[in-house]
């Protein structure tokens, strides 16, 4: 197979340069959190480095049929003596594939003439979304309801079979790296000093090699019991880049067909890995809100129309966690415009949920705890540039923190079922729930102690700087596009504001009302179960309006970062 280069080697020595590569690094190899766990954890925790390791090799899979080759091909040139290669594979190996995408929300496209596929490499690289949808409704008008099942569940991957397709789970597809990242996890299970840990690592081994949603499911359920264990290793599995499955119910003969026969698209999963040490203070600090998360389920718009995860009344199952990062891998730890700094899993979608299975988050610490001289430089020029500089002293990089925690918890809350129905827009959706949550709840747990009124205003404050963006993004990017949302639902309703230099300005009173405002809009469209109300919404508010762009001209003056990747010490030396 033939290759070519995509990026000249000026734009290669660019976006490798330390100005435009941002590097996040994980726990270092001497990290005293490392240092202090049990020889039996130690031994363990190699173990789950090196499962986490074969993660990559799935998600490049799923990612893209020509990564892998594409990488055989770039180290076959680096021997060489190829520059050009060298330096792609770095950008490679960051963004995990040929195809990502820079702060900037420009694709970076690392092989010529390579494409970005909305079916990723779930589907044929052929397909459209039309003749998916239409060997679809063949398929099902030839009885083949159950075939179209496995085509449309998110642990399949896509092939042809003559003229119609077959979906095939990815316990099969993928049967030797999960078989290898099982049998890390068995071992680690015979060192690791925590039972409830080894009972979970031995399910999630089983899961992994039978072809059989309730395994997944019954590793899940135990795995969001987890709390006081040393370590921290998820498979996580979520939907963020399969595009096509969604669009099923765009086609109204498909969707009824799809109803007919009780048929539920769900999109692909994506498999990642996280391995970590639990960090006891952290962990501390996040249990306090537990208590109020039935006052929070009480006080989300609109809770008689629907069922929520969390309940008013009785203890709930969630679990939280902070852990310090030893390795992200997969979907995980691919850096494509951004990464992950905390989680609440399992998704709605997951059969875990169905089975008496509660759910947990888990936060990145050093995701989020970027305190390197570079990067508090450009966090300085950024506010000295684009934020009022009386709302300086309101801005804290650890109220960002205080809102995730908020953003992670209000996934738990809100309709608990029936988003399917709006399709690719269903992600943006949730995202922009979860936010308006975490800012509209606030009075209420200002009021129960959680926060000081000076907090709030923190909370307020940070959000409204960080609102903003150096460029429009495309619609698959579902993080990015409700921030963009966000940004001009705020100005519109007049709690903030952009003068014509690109300075934001906030009405603090103003805030939290539009917040819930915005929340209540928002349960509304997906308690519609209705796809084309989902879009429509989506359309009104996404908006790349004068004064957004102001803001954003302002944020590419003062950062100059396009990529990102992270560097994970500890992980590297485990691994050998």
Not at 334 to 361: E, F, V
Not at 369 to 383: C, I, M, V
Not at 412 to 433: D, M, Q, R, V, W
Not at 489 to 512: L, Q, R, T, W, Y
């Amino acid at each position: 197979m033939s290759f070519e280069l995509n990026l000249s080697l000026e734009e290669l020595e660019k976006r490798t340069n330390k100005d435009f590569l941002i590097r996040k690094p994980m726990l270092n190899e001497d990290a005293q959190e490392y240092l202090a766990l049990e020889e039996g954890d130690k031994i363990a925790l190699k173990h789950l480095v090196k499962a986490a390791n074969y993660a990559n090799i799935v998600y490049m899979k799923q990612d893209n049929e020509l990564n892998l080759p594409f990488k055989k091909y770039l180290d076959e040139e680096i021997k060489k003596g190829n520059k050009s290669a060298e330096l792609t594979k770095i950008l490679f190996d960051a963004q995990l594939g040929i195809i990502g995408i820079d702060s900037e929300s420009k694709p970076v496209v690392l092989l010529k003439g390579a494409t970005v596929l909305d079916g990723k490499a779930f589907f044929p690289s052929d397909i459209t979304k039309e003749e998916l949808h239409n060997i679809l409704k063949s398929m099902i008008k030839n009885g083949e309801v159950e075939e179209v099942k496995e085509i449309l569940n998110q642990r399949s991957i896509v092939k042809r079979e003559g003229k119609k397709l077959k979906g095939i789970d990815y316990t099969v597809e993928f049967k030797q790296e999960f078989e290898n990242i099982a049998k890390e996890l068995e071992e680690a299970a015979k060192t690791s000093t925590n039972k409830d840990f080894n009972e979970y690592l031995l399910l999630q081994a089983k899961a992994l090699r039978g072809n059989d949603p309730m395994l997944d499911a019954q590793a899940d359920k135990k795995w969001a019991t987890l709390q006081d264990t040393p370590l921290e290793f998820t498979v996580s599995r979520e939907q963020y880049a399969d595009l096509l499955t969604g669009t099923v119910i765009e086609d109204e003969e498909l969707k009824k067909l799809l109803e007919e026969n009780n048929i539920v698209a769900t999109s692909k999963d994506s498999i990642g890995i996280r391995v970590g040490i639990i960090n006891k203070k952290g962990t501390e600090d996040l249990l306090k809100i537990k208590n109020y998360l039935p006052l929070m389920a009480e006080n989300m718009p609109l809770k008689d129309k629907y069922e929520q995860n969390i309940s008013s009344d009785e203890d709930n199952l969630q679990t939280m966690v902070d852990v310090d990062i030893v390795s992200l891998r997969g979907d995980e730890g691919s850096y494509r415009g951004g990464i992950t700094i905390a989680q609440n899993l399992p998704n709605n979608d997951k059969l875990s949920l169905t089975i008496g299975g509660g759910r947990r988050n888990v936060y990145h610490r050093q995701v989020r705890t970027s305190n390197s001289p570079e990067a508090l430089e450009r966090r300085k020029k950024r506010l000295n540039a684009t934020l009022n500089s009386e709302l300086h002293k309101l801005y804290n990089p650890e109220a960002d923190h205080w809102f995730t925690i908020g953003h992670e918890n209000v996934h738990s809350l809100g309709p608990k079922s029936g988003t399917e129905a709006l399709g690719k827009y269903k992600n943006i959706i949730e995202e922009n729930k979860a936010d308006m949550g975490s800012l509209a709840l606030l009075d209420c747990l200002t009021n129960a102690g959680v926060y000081t009124e000076e907090e709030k205003k923190q909370i307020l404050v940070t959000f409204g700087a960080n609102c903003f963006l150096k460029a429009k993004p495309e619609l698959s990017q579902a993080h990015r596009v409700r921030t963009v949302m966000q940004a001009y639902f705020f100005i519109k309703e007049g709690a903030i504001s952009v003068n014509n230099e690109g300075i934001i300005d906030m009405n603090i009173d103003k805030m939290i009302p539009t917040a819930r405002k915005m929340l209540t809009e928002i349960i509304e469209v997906q308690l519609s179960q209705d796809f084309n109300r989902g879009e429509k919404y989506i359309n009104d508010y996404f908006k790349w309006t004068d004064d957004i762009n102001r803001v954003s001209l302002k944020l590419k003056e003062t950062d100059k970062s396009l990529n990102g990747m992270i560097v994970t010490p500890l992980a590297d030396l485990l691994s050998k």
